[in-house]
C-alpha cells in the first residue's frame, strides 16, 4: 500500500516550485493541453485530479472547473492564484465520502502524471466513470523515463 501521507508531505515541500517547473516544461505540457483542448467547449464542467497549484487548468480555462489533490499547501496556492475555481485537498482513492462538489457530472476528468501515486490504478480509472457525463472524456497522461 501507498503512504500518501508521504506523497502528500513531498508535494507539500514542492508547492512552492510547481508553477516555476509548469513553465520551464512548457513543450510537455503544451502536449498535454493540445491532449485536452479538443474535449472543451463553451460551458465544459473540468476535473482535474492531481492539480498541483492549478496550472493546467489556468491554462486550459474551462468556464467551469475542480481541482483535486492530496497536498493542502498545494490547494493553498491554486485558490489563491485562481479563484474562479473550486479546489478540493482529498485523496480520489479515500474510502470516506468524497467531497459532494464531486458528485457533479464533468464533460472532462484529466489524471495527468497521477497513475505512479495511485494504490489500485485499474480501480481508480474504473471509478472515474461516476464522475464523467454520458459522453464525457477521461484523459489519462501517464509517463516514463
Known amino acids: ?3 500518501k501521507s508521504v506523497i ?3 508535494f507539500d515541500e514542492t508547492a512552492s516550485t510547481r508553477s516555476y517547473w509548469f513553465n520551464r516544461n512548457y513543450l510537455y505540457h503544451e502536449q498535454v493541453v493540445k491532449l485536452c483542448r479538443p474535449f472543451l467547449h ?5 476535473l482535474d485530479v ?9 491554462v486550459l480555462n474551462p468556464t467551469h472547473a475542480t481541482g483535486m489533490d492530496l497536498s493542502p499547501k498545494s490547494i493553498a496556492i491554486a485558490q489563491e492564484k485562481f479563484p474562479q475555481y473550486i ?3 482529498q485523496d480520489i482513492e479515500t474510502d470516506q ?4 462538489t464531486l458528485e457533479r457530472a464533468f464533460d472532462l476528468v484529466i489524471l495527468s502524471d497521477v497513475t505512479g501515486y495511485l494504490s489500485d490504478v485499474q480501480d481508480t480509472l474504473a471509478k472515474m466513470q461516476r464522475f464523467l ?3 464525457g472524456v477521461l484523459v489519462c497522461i501517464v509517463t516514463g523515463k
Open 133 to 135: 457525463k454520458a459522453d
Open 1 to 3: 500500500m501507498i503512504d
Open 42 to 46: 463553451p460551458s465544459s464542467n473540468v
Open 8 to 10: 502528500a508531505s513531498f
Open 50 to 58: 492531481g492539480c498541483g497549484t492549478g496550472d493546467l487548468l489556468n
Open 87 to 89: 479546489w478540493l485537498c
Open 97 to 100: 465520502p468524497l467531497d459532494p
